[in-house]
């Protein structure tokens, strides 16, 4: 069937076509099928999808992503992609073998594979999971799907949280400390997807973070660290539109996950590398026992990629800092680099920084380079070659000024602060798009209260956006307050 392409404005990530319903009924296809275009010398494969409204019969809607098509083209079914088959092989809890996953990897990376079927990836490795061989031969096609940096250096740092605990603003400071040990450490970082905050909208706070690879390894060059976002450097790009694909129910599979963080680090040059597992209620890790298992397995892949891979397993029952929110944890951040700030964080930033510089064979203290200012001194260099401002102060970051105190209303102890429900609270309240929206914890686990004293303060940059935070505070527990009369209650 000839048809005539015309160009329209709308938003997909797939090379997609639209065609009027007769049109389809002619070419026997439907929505989310496949068409096949030739014009010239030049064959597109596109996604269907059916809008009468906006294309009449004998006319092709053509999106940004394939405008190359145009005038009068020939157009007929096109078949799936062969990687839909191995989708489905995974489906059917079948292991799949290298060549099909790298089928998979090309197709995603393509954008060939319409959302349905990548949603259908992700569910299938949610659901059956990976094998240690799928997960390596995965991780190497994630890698290779996207640019590799090379250093000069034989030792090359680097640091990961799998993330889950709120106010884990650890990755800063542990940059900082590193980098002043003379070792080179090209930190990428994401933005937030279903938290408050990331580390590159945290940092986005100080400075820039938006670069491209070329001037991330300057500024490495430079300052030997950086705080760059993943998503504008290219490095393992297929990562990012999986985790798009399951974003949306929070899934987070241990196979997949490993290769996320492994195809990564190998792609940005890295050669030593600190894994931080945190486990316990409400983070993504539940038990000590789940954090062992995927400890070993890191190593297993690690070691075949050729990296050298430490694991730490932490708890994670709880937030770190006690700011939650861009302009909150940065807060947090300088305040220790400046030798204060929450003890938590500072303790867990320690011990990273020290078990990483020896797995890369440093003889330095963190603590000394913390407390002597080498590593505040290097942080603000960093910023500056990020065109941030190198004499930033505390009272210079400034969170919402519209604030809410919660109150507890009890005597007791408190026995548990719920990192999903602090998160949603900071969310709500406009976290991260508002830098200056969040909370701040007053209290941690343990601590006793009486009735009054502040638990936590919400800070929101819009009054209506903090009394929606608050409503969703005061109709839920994050911070639960626990008195002896419930011990009682619990023994009967």
């Given at each position: 069937?000839r048809l005539t392409a015309k160009e329209?404005?709308?938003?997909?990530?797939?090379?997609?076509?639209?065609?009027?319903?007769?049109?389809?009924?002619?070419?026997?296809?439907?929505?989310?099928?496949?068409?096949?275009?030739?014009?010239?010398?030049?064959?597109?494969?596109?996604?269907?999808?059916?809008?009468?409204?906006?294309?009449?019969?004998?006319?092709?809607?053509?999106?940004?992503?394939?405008?190359?098509?145009?005038?009068?083209?020939?157009?007929?079914?096109?078949?799936?992609?062969?990687?839909?088959?191995?989708?489905?092989?995974?489906?059917?809890?079948?292991?799949?073998?290298?060549?099909?996953?790298?089928?998979?990897?090309?197709?995603?990376?393509?954008?060939?594979?319409?959302?349905?079927?990548?949603?259908?990836?992700?569910?299938?490795?949610?659901?059956?999971?990976?094998?240690?061989?799928?997960?390596?031969?995965?991780?190497?096609?994630?890698?290779?799907?996207?640019?590799?940096?090379?250093?000069?250096?034989?030792?090359?740092?680097?640091?990961?949280?799998?993330?889950?605990?709120?106010?884990?603003?650890?990755?800063?400071?542990?940059?900082?400390?590193?980098?002043?040990?003379?070792?080179?450490?090209?930190?990428?970082?994401?933005?937030?997807?279903?938290?408050?905050?990331?580390?590159?909208?945290?940092?986005?706070?100080?400075?820039?973070?938006?670069?491209?690879?070329?001037?991330?390894?300057?500024?490495?060059?430079?300052?030997?660290?950086?705080?760059?976002?993943?998503?504008?450097?290219?490095?393992?790009?297929?990562?990012?539109?999986?985790?798009?694909?399951?974003?949306?129910?929070?899934?987070?599979?241990?196979?997949?996950?490993?290769?996320?963080?492994?195809?990564?680090?190998?792609?940005?040059?890295?050669?030593?590398?600190?894994?931080?597992?945190?486990?316990?209620?409400?983070?993504?890790?539940?038990?000590?026992?789940?954090?062992?298992?995927?400890?070993?397995?890191?190593?297993?892949?690690?070691?075949?990629?050729?990296?050298?891979?430490?694991?730490?397993?932490?708890?994670?029952?709880?937030?770190?800092?006690?700011?939650?929110?861009?302009?909150?944890?940065?807060?947090?951040?300088?305040?220790?680099?400046?030798?204060?700030?929450?003890?938590?964080?500072?303790?867990?930033?320690?011990?990273?920084?020290?078990?990483?510089?020896?797995?890369?064979?440093?003889?330095?203290?963190?603590?000394?380079?913390?407390?002597?200012?080498?590593?505040?001194?290097?942080?603000?260099?960093?910023?500056?070659?990020?065109?941030?401002?190198?004499?930033?102060?505390?009272?210079?970051?400034?969170?919402?000024?519209?604030?809410?105190?919660?109150?507890?209303?009890?005597?007791?102890?408190?026995t548990h602060v719920n990192n999903r429900?602090?998160?949603?609270?900071?969310?709500?309240?406009?976290?991260?798009?508002?830098?200056?929206?969040?909370?701040?914890?007053?209290?941690?686990?343990?601590?006793e209260v009486s009735v009054g004293d502040?638990?936590?303060?919400?800070?929101?940059?819009?009054?209506?956006?903090?009394?929606?935070?608050?409503?969703?505070?005061?109709?839920?527990?994050?911070?639960?307050?626990?008195?002896?009369?419930?011990?009682?209650?619990?023994?009967?």
């Amino acid at each position: 069937m000839r048809l005539t392409a015309k160009e329209v404005d709308i938003g997909t990530r797939h090379p997609t076509v639209l065609l009027n319903t007769a049109d389809a009924e002619e070419l026997a296809v439907n929505p989310l099928d496949r068409v096949q275009m030739q014009s010239a010398d030049r064959t597109t494969i596109a996604i269907v999808e059916l809008m009468d409204e906006v294309v009449a019969r004998g006319e092709l809607g053509v999106t940004k992503g394939i405008r190359h098509v145009t005038g009068e083209v020939e157009v007929k079914p096109a078949p799936r992609p062969r990687s839909v088959e191995y989708i489905r092989k995974k489906l059917d809890d079948i292991e799949l073998e290298r060549h099909e996953l790298v089928a998979i990897v090309h197709d995603i990376d393509a954008n060939r594979l319409s959302d349905v079927e990548l949603g259908a990836y992700v569910t299938g490795v949610y659901t059956n999971g990976l094998s240690l061989s799928e997960t390596t031969y995965l991780t190497e096609c994630m890698t290779e799907a996207g640019k590799v940096v090379m250093w000069e250096d034989d030792v090359v740092a680097d640091k990961h949280s799998i993330g889950g605990v709120a106010g884990n603003r650890v990755t800063p400071i542990v940059v900082a400390i590193v980098a002043a040990c003379g070792l080179k450490i090209p930190k990428t970082s994401s933005r937030a997807v279903t938290s408050p905050a990331g580390t590159a909208d945290t940092m986005e706070v100080f400075c820039e973070v938006e670069f491209s690879l070329e001037e991330m390894k300057e500024i490495v060059e430079e300052t030997n660290g950086c705080f760059v976002w993943g998503g504008s450097v290219n490095l393992s790009p297929v990562d990012d539109k999986i985790i798009r694909a399951e974003t949306p129910l929070s899934l987070d599979p241990p196979g997949q996950l490993i290769a996320s963080v492994l195809s990564k680090k190998k792609s940005a040059g890295s050669t030593h590398v600190v894994v931080d597992l945190p486990y316990g209620e409400g983070a993504k890790v539940q038990s000590l026992v789940e954090a062992r298992e995927l400890a070993e397995d890191f190593k297993r892949v690690a070691e075949h990629l050729g990296l050298t891979v430490e694991c730490t397993i932490t708890t994670g029952e709880q937030p770190i800092g006690r700011g939650i929110g861009p302009v909150l944890e940065a807060r947090d951040v300088l305040a220790v680099l400046e030798g204060g700030g929450p003890q938590e964080l500072r303790l867990k930033a320690l011990r990273l920084a020290d078990i990483l510089l020896e797995c890369c064979g440093i003889d330095e203290d963190a603590t000394a380079v913390l407390d002597s200012g080498r590593a505040l001194e290097r942080f603000r260099r960093i910023v500056a070659a990020q065109d941030g401002d190198p004499d930033v102060t505390m009272a210079d970051l400034e969170p919402g000024a519209e604030t809410a105190v919660v109150e507890s209303e009890r005597d007791g102890v408190v026995t548990h602060v719920n990192n999903r429900l602090v998160s949603a609270i900071a969310r709500r309240a406009g976290a991260p798009r508002d830098a200056g929206a969040g909370l701040y914890l007053h209290r941690r686990e343990d601590d006793e209260v009486s009735v009054g004293d502040p638990l936590f303060t919400i800070y929101a940059e819009q009054a209506a956006k903090l009394e929606d935070a608050l409503e969703l505070a005061e109709r839920t527990e994050a911070i639960r307050v626990r008195g002896p009369e419930d011990a009682l209650v619990e023994r009967l």
